[in-house]
């Protein structure tokens, strides 16, 4: 009788030690996961107002419920914008099914770029329908979006950043990739596709 208690006595402990053991484990590696796939959030997006393209107030309201891709070029841009809005246009086309990806491109030289020579330059990468904004303000505006708002680098309009910056629904930042990079850019594909998935 005595043997029989402790042997389930043992039982019992060695069942709750495997469940606990099993508990621990699932918890530590859900963590680990969340810990891999989730992406950081570097900062909000200040209010701004421009004017697209075709004349259209474009303004920070325009991001929310959207994930965004945004770069900053100008149009005289002898090398580095042309090679950035082709692999833009790239993404462009990937993802011109879905609806809840959009790209904007802000120019830093408004001074040169009228709003018609961001529609002429738009349409040398293939642009022609709402999911890709080419934007202007004032360069004192740019300026202080540039620098203050998206946290980048270089005087305007000729040492601005190569990078695409990465925008949730919330308007934050969630990412910065070098443009001219093949590995950066499928860095950004595969957080276009957790953003999607995860609705933020």
Not at 57 to 76: C, M, P, Q
Not at 91 to 120: K, T
Request: a negative charge; charged letters at 25%; aromatic letters at 10%.
């Amino acid at each position: 009788m005595a043997d029989s208690l402790r042997t389930s006595k043992i039982i019992i402990v060695v069942g709750l030690a495997a469940l606990f053991l099993g508990a621990t484990t699932l918890f530590v590696m859900e963590n680990a996961d969340s810990s891999r796939s989730e992406i950081p959030i570097f900062s909000e997006i200040p209010n701004f107002s421009g004017i697209e393209s075709f004349g259209s107030d474009y303004v920070r309201a325009n991001l929310n419920e959207k994930i965004t891709i945004v770069d900053f070029i100008f149009t005289s841009c002898p090398a580095l914008c042309p090679s950035m809005c082709e692999r833009m246009s790239e993404l462009y086309e990937l993802y011109r099914e879905n609806e809840e990806i959009q790209f904007l491109s802000m120019s830093v030289d408004p001074d040169n770029d009228s709003l018609a020579a961001l529609r002429e330059f738009s349409m040398r990468f293939g642009v022609n329908d709402n999911r890709w904004k080419f934007v202007r303000m004032s360069l004192e505006e740019v300026t202080s979006l540039y620098t203050d708002g998206f946290k980048l680098g270089g005087e305007l309009p000729f040492q601005h950043s190569s990078k695409f910056i990465l925008v949730d629904r919330s308007g934050r930042i969630r990412g910065y990739y070098e443009s001219g990079d093949d590995q950066n850019i499928e860095t950004l594909k595969s957080d276009i596709i957790e953003l999607l998935n995860s609705g933020v």
